[in-house]
């Protein structure tokens, strides 16, 4: 596609439940990272993904977020035993990540929007 | 730790006049500085890049300007437009392709 797709748009999830969210990003581009913005706040970083290399996982907040990224393309955010302030908009970006003048400009997708009851 | 300040209190102006939006960071001297427009339900989309060694970019109605020695950047929008409502992010460049963003400014343009 022409942009990032993120998918499911919104998810309503009861607390301790598992969930599963993901992006698929413009074709080529090495990069991928995941945010997360609650209501009125900032992006808050949550992992990056660059090529082969070791994903940097140093905004990950806690070991019931993991991420994993196949085949150097689409990428899945999964947060197991879900809590409420986990609740929030969920954004995927890609970029090119190059040294060139077009040095790592992200384009994000919609976002999915987590609510937990 | 890097910190970003953007005015948390929305910018209300009428149309046609010039919206100023500052960004202001502590500590680390990044490489480039990014600004991003966000919609209500959507994802953030780019702008303009600016780099320490630039003064001042534009793009039609856009100016950006980055002052490395105040650690400040400020955003323009001239004859702005209702269409020009959004929240506006900055972005800092920390290395290693990671970037650290503003809790960003809304702007609403009044008819």
């Known amino acids: 596609g022409a942009g990032v797709s993120q998918s499911p748009s919104n998810k309503v999830t009861e607390k301790g439940k598992d969930v599963e969210l993901r992006c698929d990003p413009i074709?080529?581009?090495?990069?991928l990272y995941w945010y997360r913005q609650s209501l009125g706040q900032g992006l808050e970083f949550l992992i990056y993904?660059?090529?082969?290399?070791?994903?940097?996982k140093s905004g990950l907040p806690s070991d019931r977020f993991s991420a994993e990224r196949t085949g150097g393309s689409v990428s899945t955010l999964t947060i197991q035993r879900t809590q409420q302030e986990d609740s929030a908009v969920y954004l995927c970006?890609?970029?090119?990540?190059?040294?060139?003048?077009?040095?790592?400009?992200?384009?994000f997708g919609a976002g999915t929007r987590l609510s937990v009851l | 730790s890097q910190k970003i300040e953007q005015n948390s209190e929305a910018l209300n102006i009428q149309e046609g006049k010039t919206a100023t939006l500052t960004c202001n960071y502590t500590?680390?001297?990044?490489?480039?500085l990014q600004w991003y427009r966000q919609d209500p339900g959507r994802g953030p989309v780019f702008l303009l890049l600016?780099?320490?060694?630039?003064k001042e970019k534009r793009k039609e109605r856009l100016k950006v300007t980055f002052d490395t020695t105040l650690k400040q950047s400020l955003f323009h929008i001239t004859a702005s437009q209702p269409a020009d409502s959004a929240t506006y992010l900055c972005?800092?460049?920390?290395?290693?392709?990671?970037?650290?963003f503003g809790t960003g400014t809304q702007l609403k343009v009044e008819l």
């Open positions: 500590n680390y001297s990044p490489a480039y």
């Open positions: 600016i780099r320490e060694n630039e």
């Open positions: 972005a800092l460049d920390m290395g290693g392709n990671k970037l650290t």
């Open positions: 993904f660059q090529g082969n290399s070791a994903p940097d």
């Open positions: 074709s080529g581009h090495t990069a």
């Open positions: 970006a890609s970029s090119l990540a190059s040294q060139a003048l077009a040095k790592n400009i992200q384009y």
